[in-house]
């Protein structure tokens, strides 16, 4: 079956890293657009970075430009989320999204990894 699986939060300090990995299973990983969303106490769900099908060209929300950087590894078939410089305001429950459009489309969530910046 589908499965998205996120790993790597965490509690991190101001100005830490962290890096998201989200391994994919029982769809034909390159043929999907992967996102990362975030949602954070009492907000609603928002897009942090996205990556076009086959690792193509990528968008970002302006709060993240510069500080964060996504990108997948077909072969291992996973999307990474690297998050530098982080804000407490970067604190929020992120997801891994799959998205497929046209015919065949589907759309597939993982189930969350927190993420705490504090000091």
């Known amino acids: 079956q589908v499965q998205l699986v996120e790993s790597g939060g965490g509690l991190v300090q101001p100005g830490g890293s962290l890096r998201l990995s989200c391994a994919a299973s029982?769809?034909?990983?390159?043929?999907?657009?992967m996102s990362w969303y975030r949602q954070a106490p009492g907000k609603e769900r928002e897009l942090v970075a996205a990556i076009a099908s086959a690792g193509g060209s990528t968008n970002y929300a302006d709060s993240v430009k510069g500080r964060f950087t996504i990108s997948t590894d077909n072969a291992k078939r996973t999307v990474y989320l690297q998050m530098n410089s982080l804000k407490p305001e970067d604190t929020a429950v992120y997801y891994c999204n799959a998205d497929r459009r046209g015919v065949l489309a589907r759309n597939y969530w993982g189930q969350g990894t927190q993420v705490t910046v504090s000091s």
């Open positions: 029982g769809f034909t990983f390159s043929m999907y657009a």
